[in-house]
């Protein structure tokens, strides 16, 4: 069950899409594996249906990726997919690339965190 946080937010890139997310730990903890509710929507407030995406990230000053390979295992309908597999190894700024093809259109949205 997605124990409700308060959702944070980005604006994608080139403005195409909006990302919200919610997660199941509060705050988010140092190796421990978890998973998030992205909420995609188009800057208008209209929900992203049938989207594809793909979820990276890293430390940009550690030049490091993500210790896991989180992957949307679920799409909750009303532009909601869950996301599996998400933990962060250790304290610092990290950044999540949230890459939304959909509706001809394609962007990306990164959510930085300082953890």
Not at 9 to 28: K, L, Y
Not at 67 to 79: E, I
Not at 95 to 101: A, L, Q
């Amino acid at each position: 069950m997605i124990l409700s946080v308060m959702p944070m937010s980005a604006a994608a890139e080139s403005n195409e899409f909006q990302v919200t997310f919610t997660t199941t730990v509060n705050p988010i903890a140092i190796n421990k594996m978890h998973e998030w509710v992205l909420d995609i929507k188009t800057p208008d407030g209209s929900p992203v249906t049938d989207a594809e995406i793909i979820i990276d990230g890293g430390m940009p000053a550690h030049n490091h990726g993500l210790p896991t390979n989180p992957k949307v295992t679920q799409n909750l309908g009303q532009g909601k997919y869950r996301v599996e597999g998400v933990r962060f190894h250790m304290s610092g700024y990290w950044e999540m690339r949230v890459s939304v093809k959909a509706n001809g259109k394609e962007d990306t949205v990164v959510i930085a965190l300082d953890l």
